[in-house]
């Protein structure tokens, strides 16, 4: 066989491998369907509402009243970036401050960032008809925790 034909055979060999590469679909991202929806604490005091916008972004955002009054709000967004969640924050519209996830299972999504002055630490988790949010230092200490339920309940 010439060296030509050769040349020939491996070029297109490799061709295929590359357009096998590009037609494979990227892994779907892990569920976080679970954070769907709108949750309030009992007392009314802070509201979350979480919709999917894509199978790998899901936009949220965050109210906190005191006495009546808005006291704090945050837009969020998870987005599935290189085949692994992250968090993105935005404290009252200032951002992004981005958090990598460190646990993702069908109930819980732990992000760290340890950068950040506070939170270095948030986790939601479904338990049952409720949703738990923590967020705190990096090894859990000086934590805050909300439990919600969904809205109208």
Same mark, same amino acid.
């Given at each position: 066989m010439s060296?030509?034909?050769?040349?020939?055979l491996a070029a297109a060999c490799l061709a295929a491998c =590359? @357009?096998?590469?590009?037609?494979?679909p990227e892994a779907t991202p892990p569920a976080l369907g679970w954070i769907e929806g709108c949750?309030? @604490?009992?007392?009314? @005091?802070?509201?979350e509402h979480w919709a999917r916008g894509h199978e790998s972004l899901i936009f949220g955002f965050n109210t906190l009243t005191n006495k009546g009054d808005l006291a704090f709000f945050e837009q969020m967004r998870f987005q599935h970036v290189?085949?692994?969640?992250?968090? !993105? !924050?935005?404290?009252?519209?200032?951002?992004?401050?981005?958090?990598? !996830?460190?646990?993702?299972?069908d109930?819980? =999504?732990?992000?760290?960032?340890?950068?950040?002055?506070?939170?270095?630490? =948030?986790?939601y988790e479904r338990v049952e008809n409720t949703l738990a949010a923590q967020i705190s230092l990096l090894d859990g200490s000086? !934590? @805050?925790?909300?439990?919600?339920?969904?809205?109208?309940?």
């Amino acid at each position: 066989m010439s060296r030509f034909v050769s040349l020939v055979l491996a070029a297109a060999c490799l061709a295929a491998c =590359i @357009t096998e590469a590009q037609d494979t679909p990227e892994a779907t991202p892990p569920a976080l369907g679970w954070i769907e929806g709108c949750w309030e @604490t009992q007392d009314g @005091t802070s509201y979350e509402h979480w919709a999917r916008g894509h199978e790998s972004l899901i936009f949220g955002f965050n109210t906190l009243t005191n006495k009546g009054d808005l006291a704090f709000f945050e837009q969020m967004r998870f987005q599935h970036v290189d085949g692994n969640w992250q968090f !993105a !924050a935005y404290p009252r519209g200032v951002g992004p401050t981005l958090f990598d !996830a460190v646990e993702v299972s069908d109930l819980k =999504i732990v992000v760290e960032n340890p950068d950040n002055d506070f939170p270095q630490r =948030i986790v939601y988790e479904r338990v049952e008809n409720t949703l738990a949010a923590q967020i705190s230092l990096l090894d859990g200490s000086n !934590a @805050t925790d909300w439990l919600f339920g969904a809205c109208g309940d």
